[in-house]
């Protein structure tokens, strides 16, 4: 996540993924109240860091069945699901690429795609 400031851009991140509950107002991820309703956010959307990779050298498909193999979809569903998100965030062609071979900072291919 990045904003023209950088301003409380980790401390939105952990509200957004519940480990941190908000102060005040109220934040919705797909649909649910990340204060009252953590745990069913949490059994809809995970987060991984920017870093977070399957492997030594992982690829772009690689890395995301590996994201949606740990909450326990199976194997046949995350490659299909993989499949789908590197279609849809234009990044089919990364897909059997490592993303060591692109650039791993802010706006390369592997921060878009720990936001799948």
Known sequence: MENAYAVATTTTIRILATPLRPDAGTARVLGRDVASQADAVRARASLTGQFA?????PTG??????????????????????????????LAEAA????????????????????S
Do not use: C, Q, Y
């Open 53 to 57: 990779s399957a492997g030594e050298d």
């Open 61 to 90: 498909a690689e890395n995301l069945v590996m994201i949606a193999r740990l909450p326990g979809h199976p194997r046949w569903r995350a490659k299909t699901r993989a499949g789908e998100l590197l279609e849809a965030f234009g």
């Open 96 to 115: 059997g690429r490592s993303g060591r071979t692109r650039a791993v900072s802010a706006g390369g291919w592997p921060s878009r795609l720990a936001w």
